[in-house]
Nanobody, 122 residues
């Protein structure tokens, strides 16, 4: 059992930066590949970034070069540094633990946080 808590969202202007955190309040994330997804109103939840337990990282094309995913296993926390934010980045952001299969699709994930809202104004 793992319980995840996201934080760090907020309202920012285009071009600004934010850093999201995902902490495990119960259980450990050390052994998991961890990912961030996002969901905008009326749209499906989409993959943003993943980081393996060895800290290999993967990104959606839409965020590559702007977002950076990192992890601190000692703190049981995963981070998403978001730079050069755009209005189309506006969404609720969720972290999740990967179980099996492709990193890019939600069925491969076990535990999800409650989400943190990011709103980027133009």
């Amino acid at each position: 059992q793992v319980q995840l808590v996201e934080s760090g969202g907020g309202l920012v202007q285009a071009g600004d930066s934010l850093r999201l955190s995902c902490a495990a309040s119960v259980g450990t994330i050390t052994i998991y590949t961890m990912s961030w997804f996002r969901q905008a109103p009326g749209k499906e939840r989409e993959f943003v970034a993943a980081i393996t337990w060895r800290s290999n990282s993967y990104y959606a094309d839409s965020v590559k070069g702007r977002f950076i995913i990192t992890r601190d296993n000692a703190k049981n926390t995963v981070y998403l540094q978001m730079n050069s934010l755009k209005p189309e980045d506006t969404a609720a952001y969720y972290c999740a633990t990967h179980r099996s299969g492709s990193y890019y699709y939600t069925p491969g994930y076990d535990y999800w946080g409650q989400g943190t809202q990011v709103t980027v104004s133009s």
